[in-house]
Nanobody
Framework: VQLVESGGGLVQPGGSLRLSCATSGFPFRISTVGWYRQAPGKEREMVATVRSGGSTDYADFVKGRFAISRDNAKNTVYLQMSSLKPEDTAVYYC???????????WGQGTQVTVSS
């Protein structure tokens, strides 16, 4: 199983970034996949998830600013982030749920830093 994130970096407040997560080794098409983040000293938290049928869930702190999408042909999930705030600074992880509500598989993470 592999989940490989890309697209992180340094961005100014109010800016945008698009994260990508290319996956392999598990049944992507029927899996819920999502983005999670962990800031220093804090627990990992859900940012957004997308189910196999395309329905989505967002944490309240990103509603209206972030958009998750998936491409089943490419086994890839994306996170379009806009209106970024300094408090969005964290390592962002891609995760795939196989049972329950929390991922069984994780990527290595990509750093997102929002700073002027």
């Amino acid at each position: 199983v592999q989940l490989v994130e890309s697209g992180g970096g340094l961005v100014q407040p109010g800016g945008s970034l698009r994260l990508s997560c290319a996956t392999s080794g598990f049944p992507f098409r029927i899996s819920t996949v999502g983005w999670y983040r962990q800031a220093p000293g804090k627990e990992r938290e859900m940012v957004a998830t997308v189910r196999s049928g395309g329905s989505t869930d967002y944490a309240d702190f990103v509603k209206g600013r972030f958009a998750i999408s998936r491409d089943n042909a490419k086994n890839t999930v994306y996170l379009q982030m806009s209106s970024l705030k300094p408090e969005d600074t964290a390592v962002y992880y891609c995760g795939a749920v196989q049972a329950g509500n929390w991922p069984s598989y994780w990527g290595q993470g990509t750093q997102v830093t929002v700073s002027s």
